[in-house]
């Protein structure tokens, strides 16, 4: 029983992990943000938006397709946060 691995076969690095965790965060964030929207109709079409481009892109493996879709995840999130404090004042 020394071959076999107690880890299942689609486990993540260290790296993987990490960023994994990484872009969860900007999703919760992203959707917890959205929920801030005081239009229904602005929410839920931010929401299914929000959704459908993180589930489009989940399958990706290209590093460097990645870290820019962490970028242009975290300016969106960074806009919208932006927009609703404007929208406070």
């Not at 993540?12 to 964030?29: A, D, E, P």
């Not at 879709?69 to 404090?85: C, F, G, P, T, V």
Request: proline share 3%.
């Amino acid at each position: 029983m020394m071959g076999i691995s107690r880890l299942p076969p689609a486990a993540f690095t260290l790296k993987q992990f990490l960023q994994r965790q990484s872009i969860l965060g900007i999703y919760r964030n992203m959707l917890r943000t959205i929920r801030q929207v005081p239009d229904e109709a602005d929410r839920k079409y931010l929401r299914d938006w929000a959704r459908g481009e993180f589930k489009r892109n989940k399958n990706e493996t290209n590093q460097d397709a990645i870290r820019m879709m962490i970028k242009q995840a975290n300016d969106h999130l960074e806009d919208l946060q932006r927009s609703l404090a404007l929208a406070k004042c």
